[in-house]
């Protein structure tokens, strides 16, 4: 069985290992709890100054894989995928496709319809360009889809979004 001082040692050591201040006894003294209150005000106030030299001295959040992501397929719609943009990411297509919409809120596929319908309408403000040279722009082969699909997205076919 255990004295009383192997275990009091004991929990003096775990103290340790787990950051304490400083190791009181009962009876309690007022001024030894002063002291301890003291320095772990101070230790406080510490590292709160040392946060915020932190925080300043910082650079910028470096971006996340899917930001990355996100930037290239904004930055290429022609060329993008999902499979492509997995491979940016160093990942497998279906976890990207997964890890994609638990981040967004959307699937990878609904995404990049956005995109190219979002750059579909800057495109229509153009007027010299034709709707089917702009579907192909934006990656749609069938004339008839790409309208379609910008009716489903925007609410307008290209040519009556266009006379907006």
């Known amino acids: 069985m255990y004295s009383y001082r192997v275990i009091h040692f004991d929990y003096a050591r775990k103290a340790l290992r787990w950051g304490a201040f400083d190791y009181l006894t009962k009876p309690l003294d007022d001024a030894e709890f002063r ?54 990411a160093n ?38 360009l034709k709707v089917h040279e702009i579907g192909r722009m934006v990656v749609y082969l069938d004339n008839r889809h790409f309208s379609e699909t910008f009716k489903r997205h925007v609410g307008l076919r290209p040519s009556e979004y266009r006379d907006l």
């Open 91 to 128: 990942m497998h297509p279906v976890s990207f496709s997964r890890k994609f919409r638990a981040e967004t809120g959307q699937t990878f596929i609904h995404f990049i319809t956005e995109q190219r319908m979002e750059q579909a309408k800057r495109l229509l403000r153009n007027p010299v």
């Open 35 to 88: 002291a301890c209150l003291d320095k772990v005000r101070e230790q406080l106030q510490l590292h709160d100054q040392q946060a915020k030299d932190e925080e300043a001295a910082a650079p910028a959040a470096p971006q996340t894989v899917l930001q990355v992501s996100i930037q290239w397929v904004t930055d290429n719609l022609e060329e993008a995928s999902l499979e492509r943009a997995a491979e940016i």
